[in-house]
């Protein structure tokens, strides 16, 4: 079983769509998380964390359920920018800080 | 943020060279610093955490004579693929961190590598 594993995708939606991802870890351990986001042929970028009690940041929602081990991000009115792999990451601070990646899943938003 | 980058952006090379690959943080000092691996349409794999002036904790299956990393200073470490083969061809993206990746860890742009 993947540590991280994300929803398969692609996601093909018009623009002005409400998109979900959602993510499961497997790793007790891990102690905070993120998602980031990254553009074909780029470096990723962090997109936000993810805190316990929820978190937003405009249009972006970020969902954490430690119990079930179950991490979401939820985009509203989704633009054409917002095209890009998502990348649901995981740090297990008692392994030195290392990150563990999902897979990602891409998301194609269209006009 | 805090800026790393990486150099070159892209290399082109015959199978059974050396490549080596710079990350570098530019406003901070990076105590530790990743070096990871990405295939096309897979995501980042981390191969190797890498603390200043120590050796580098390679993760399994990374074979550490074939990528040798240096951590000398606290700006500054290097990848190097020894002996490159095509089946190395990948995007290498390090990132940096001031206090063992506790707090968020800061990516360079990423090299691509084409062993031919």
Redesign the interface.
């Known amino acids: 079983r993947k540590e991280v594993e994300q929803d398969p995708g692609p996601f093909n939606v018009p623009e002005g769509a409400t998109v979900a991802f959602n993510c499961t870890y497997s790793n007790s351990a891990s102690q905070s998380f993120f998602w980031y986001r990254q553009d074909c042929?780029?470096?990723?970028?962090?997109l936000m964390s993810v805190y316990s009690s929820g978190n937003e940041d405009g249009r972006f929602t970020a969902q954490l359920n430690r119990a079930s081990q179950y991490i979401s991000l939820l985009i509203r009115d989704s633009k054409l920018s917002d095209s890009a792999t998502y990348?649901c990451v995981v740090?297990l601070?008692n392994q030195?800080?290392?990150?563990?990646?999902?897979?990602?899943t891409e998301l194609s938003v269209k006009p | 943020?805090a800026v790393v980058s990486q150099h070159p952006s892209r290399v082109i090379c015959k199978s059974g060279t050396s490549v080596k690959i710079e990350c570098r943080s530019l406003d901070f000092q990076a105590t530790?610093m990743?070096w990871y691996r990405q295939f096309p349409k897979?995501?980042?794999?981390?191969m190797a955490?890498s603390n200043e002036g120590s050796k580098a904790?390679y993760e399994q299956g990374v074979e550490k004579d074939k990528f040798l990393i240096n951590h000398a200073s606290l700006t500054l470490s290097t990848l190097t693929v020894t002996s490159a083969h095509p089946e190395d061809s990948s995007?290498y993206?390090c990132?940096a961190?001031n206090?063992?990746?506790?707090h968020?860890?800061f990516?360079?742009?990423?090299t691509?590598l084409t062993v031919l």
């Open positions: 042929r780029k470096e990723p970028k962090l990348l740090n601070y030195g800080g290392k990150l563990i990646f999902g897979q990602g | 943020g530790t990743f897979q995501s980042l794999m981390l955490t904790t995007f993206i990132s961190s206090l063992a990746g506790v968020e860890q990516f360079g742009p990423g691509r």
